[in-house]
């Protein structure tokens, strides 16, 4: 079933890069004409350069660190723990004690209790699936908060563990938006081992399905069905690749937000 989730101001913060200090000793700015400069070694090789004058030539402006690109949070309510760059840094595997912590955090999040809460609250409004009596809030609340637990713990610790895949989605960055957006679709079937590999998602494709098929424990007979088990699947399935879309855009549409703040 969808996870429905209320949106919220996002805040984001810029950093100043701090001014370097220039020594006392040190002329500032460019020199004049009846001030002589250090010669740039690259231009006159054979001329010693000499530190007690200023470059001919400014120095380059220090680098200023890059903020993190994939906030914890979409919108700082929707959790977005299971996103990284797809860098050198970014690479090295989870044991499978990260792996669960991983899953533990998806699990007992506040926003996905706030999620289920209101995915009960329409489900009961509309008569929807898991189709209890009337006046059953309180079943379509424990059924999502189950669907909740043993979909994580599925496809976030056990499996990846188990299978030492890579349970976590690696952000592409770079690259024309159409290629990065089929990226991302395929995402939810093409998965990735703990040694980098590409390999076929099991943990997503049959951990969203093992959840789907517990779920018929706790629904009521009428959905018990195949049919309803395989569209519960596909519908979640669906849902992945929609998200991993918003995954892999969302900081470059929060930095053009950023550097073009909308008007009062």
């Keep these: 079933m969808l996870r429905f989730y209320s949106l919220a101001m996002l805040v984001l913060l810029a950093s100043c890069p701090l001014m370097a200090q220039t020594p006392a000793a040190m002329p500032i700015g460019p020199p004049s004409a009846d001030q002589p400069c250090a010669q740039d070694p690259a231009a006159d090789p054979g001329q010693p350069s000499s530190s007690q004058y200023a470059p001919c030539t400014p120095p380059p402006a220090p680098a200023t660190p890059l903020a993190p690109t994939n906030p914890k949070r979409i919108l700082g309510l929707i959790p977005n723990f299971t996103t990284t760059d797809d860098s050198a840094t970014s690479r090295s595997p989870l044991n499978g004690h990260q792996k669960h912590v991983l899953a533990l955090d998806q699990m007992f999040d506040f926003s996905a209790h706030a999620g289920n809460f209101l995915q009960a609250s329409i489900q009961q409004v509309s008569s929807g699936q898991p189709h209890y009596a009337t006046n059953a809030f309180g079943k379509r609340l424990l059924a999502a908060e189950a669907d909740q637990i043993t979909s994580c713990l599925f496809i976030y610790g056990t499996l990846p563990t188990l299978l030492h895949d890579d349970p ?32 076929f998602n099991t943990p997503q494709l049959l951990g969203q399905f093992g959840q789907a098929s517990l779920s018929n424990a706790y629904y009521p007979s009428q959905d018990r069905t195949l049919h309803g088990t395989l569209t519960n699947w596909a519908v979640q399935l669906v849902y992945n690749s929609a998200f991993n879309v918003v995954k892999e855009f969302y900081p470059d549409v929060a930095a053009r937000l950023h550097r073009h703040p909308m008007g009062p």
């Design 168 to 199: 976590r989605y690696f952000r592409r960055v770079e690259g024309p938006p159409i290629s990065r957006a089929w990226y991302a679709v395929t995402r939810t079937v093409v998965g990735r081992t703990d040694r980098g590999a590409a390999t």
